[in-house]
């Protein structure tokens, strides 16, 4: 699947590595916030609000005198962590489903298809509100909401992949080696579609962080006073009169986040795509 | 083609009835009393028993379900939104839908007219630093949240363009077509029209934003794998220059998956950009759902969601029958 050849595909391919050092800068700023910060992400001086960035607070504070610098770190930590559960959901769903649909075919494959046409019949944004209306607000409604709508792009995919493995020899000799239907499946077709997969779920974690900040946005996302980037643009947009600055500094957090994943996924791509590797 | 087309279309009439159910049950659930949702809690007793009897709220919820259906198929009657100004979610619809066609028109115009032509030339001069730089400022384009794009596209432009809704309040315009831009022109009032098309440049452009970019990364993709084909090289062979196969031969048939990609994009759009529509508060369908929402309004969210949903359906498959119309490749039988 990733074999030491496409791995060095990927460790020459720029854009990747760029993605890369950006996600890990990232993910260490989250990790470690608390060590240059002197600030609670949660501790609100009345005295200070809205203050441009200036030496004590280098990015400045939010609408109630909070540090936005310690929360961006601690919005980095919820974030990501909404981003990879929602996948992880779309994933422990959808590569079943897809999997099902596509070796068995006939009937199982007729209900999934539906199932997904069903999904995707509205736009993901909507069907992520009306999930988020019927379940209600808080963290784990949010990843519920997100982790949906993300289903069908790996059932699809899956499904996809199942079908053309289905009839290769080494899948009916495993049949004929007396394994079960779903020890053929999961054991030896899936790992074979593991490729796109893995790049699916690179870039699913840049859209579920999309998405997840939109609801957030709308104010359906996590509970108030959560540090989440897309509660902070929300925070920062209702602001807006008062200082650009909160606005500012989340919105990039997100799209440096999503841009890093965007650009490592792409590039995931294509060292894993047998068909780029003629040009690498 | 024929019964392709007959096909599709009776294919689609179960998926409707099945998304509006699901959309159905999700906007009534949250374990709320119905009476209650509906009426936002402040009816009185003759009210109360007035609506439990029109919505049929004791009955079973398919009952429910086939009596509002009823409504929409044979009256075209989505029910009263008792919470958002007591008036028939019909009529609020048809007065949030045009805006939000013609968003998503001005939207799709830009991302056509730049997106296209930015993937040619990314392909053409591929591996340049053109490319590079295209490539790049689209990959930004799918990354950036819209809503931010927009908010930063009102710090930077928003003193020179109005900012909120589709027209200046001041102005009376009389909704003729409900289209903004054509019943401002058919106004007397003096500058409506400029005033209309300067409230939709920022909206189009942050709407415009993941579209273009798709489009041009998708033109580029098909355009380079077109270009690698036998034909090509063939017509390169005869000793055309490099810009006549691309414009004679190649432009042609890699426009095939961006008509899919454009066709899939505009069904999104129509669908009420629920973000890009909350930013700059553009009446449309997607500020709509979002009220409704805020106002927990389940007779609004539920026939806003089914009349997106029903667009959705309808242009895919429109696109699909466009489809066979253009690539003469595809034979359905």
């Given amino acids: ?49 809205m203050e441009k960035p200036s030496g004590s607070h280098v990015l400045g504070t939010d609408d109630t005198g909070r540090d936005i610098f310690t929360r961006l770190g601690h919005g980095g930590r919820v974030s990501l962590l909404i981003g990879l559960a929602a996948v992880g959901l779309s994933m422990a769903l959808g590569v079943p489903l897809g999997a099902l649909a596509g070796y068995l075919g006939g009937w199982a494959d007729l209900v999934v298809s539906r199932i997904l046409e069903v999904m995707l019949a509205l736009p993901t944004i909507l069907l992520a509100i009306l999930i988020a209306v019927a379940i209600g607000k808080g963290m784990s409604a949010l990843i519920f909401a997100v982790g949906i709508v993300g289903i069908p792009q790996f059932a699809r995919q899956v499904r996809g992949s199942v079908l053309a493995l289905r009839e290769q020899d080494f899948v009916q000799a495993s049949r ?3 394994a079960s239907t779903l020890r053929t499946l999961f054991r030896e077709v899936v790992p074979n579609a593991l490729g796109p997969i893995i790049v699916l779920a690179t870039l699913g974690v840049g859209s579920a962080i999309l998405t997840a900040a939109g609801l957030s946005f709308l104010g359906l996302g996590v509970e108030t006073g959560t540090p989440e980037w897309g509660a902070m643009l929300h925070e920062g947009r209702r602001a807006v009169e008062r200082g650009p600055h909160l606005a500012i500094f989340s919105g990039l957090a997100i799209t440096l986040a999503v841009l890093a994943i965007n650009l490592f996924g792409d590039g995931l791509r294509d060292a894993l795509d047998p068909k780029a590797e003629k040009k690498a | ?17 099945v998304v509006s159910f699901l959309v159905f049950l999700l906007s009534r659930a949250g374990g709320r009393d ?4 509906i009426l936002g809690e402040k009816g009185t007793p003759e009210t109360r028993a007035r ?38 979610v019909g009529e609020q619809i048809g007065r949030r839908f045009p805006p939000t066609i013609e968003l998503a028109t001005a939207a799709m115009i830009l991302a056509i007219l730049i997106g296209i032509p930015a993937g040619m030339v990314s392909a053409i001069w591929r591996n340049t630093w053109v490319d590079y730089g295209v490539m790049g400022v689209s990959l930004l384009g799918i990354s950036i949240p819209v809503f931010w794009l927009g908010l930063l596209l009102i710090f930077a432009l928003g003193s020179q363009f109005p900012i909120g809704g589709n027209i200046d309040p001041s102005m009376i315009i009389e909704p003729r077509t ?37 489009t041009a990364r998708i033109t580029r993709a098909s355009l380079l794998e077109v270009m690698g084909s036998d034909y090509i090289r063939t017509a390169r062979a005869k000793g055309l220059t490099g810009f006549r196969v691309v414009s004679r031969h190649a432009f042609r048939n890699a426009l095939i998956p961006v008509v899919t990609l454009l066709g899939l994009e505009f069904g999104y759009l129509l669908g009420g950009a629920v973000l890009t529509e909350t930013v700059f508060s553009w009446p449309g369908m997607g500020t709509y759902v979002v009220d409704a929402v805020f106002q927990t309004d389940p ?18 498959l429109a696109v ?5 119309f253009v690539d003469p490749r595809i034979r359905y039988t």
């Fill in chain 2, 320 to 324: 699909d029958v466009l489809y066979a």
């Fill in chain 2, 1 to 17: 083609m024929t019964s392709y087309i007959v096909r599709r279309l009776l294919a689609s009439i179960p998926l409707l009835f």
């Fill in chain 2, 299 to 316: 007779m609004a969210i539920c026939g806003a969601s089914i009349v997106i949903a029903t667009t959705f359906i309808v242009v895919n």
């Fill in chain 2, 51 to 88: 609506v439990t009897r029109e919505y049929r709220l004791d009955r079973p919820i398919l009952v429910q379900y086939a009596h509002y259906l009823g409504g929409i198929l044979t009256r075209g009657d989505f029910g009263v939104s008792y919470i958002m100004q007591e008036q028939p």
């Fill in chain 1, 176 to 178: 004929a080696l007396g």
């Fill in chain 2, 34 to 37: 119905p009476v209650d949702a």
């Fill in chain 1, 1 to 49: 699947m990733i074999d030491k050849r496409k791995l060095k595909v990927l460790r020459k391919h720029k854009a990747a590595m760029l993605g890369l050092g950006l996600l890990t800068a990232l993910v260490l700023f989250s990790a470690t916030v608390d060590v240059f910060s002197p600030y609670e992400p949660g501790h609100m001086d009345q005295h200070r609000v």
């Fill in chain 2, 178 to 214: 409900g289209f903004m831009l054509i019943d401002s022109a058919l106004s007397d009032e003096p500058g409506a029209f400029g005033d209309a098309l300067r409230h939709l440049v920022l909206p189009a452009m942050t709407l415009a934003t993941i579209p273009l970019a798709m």
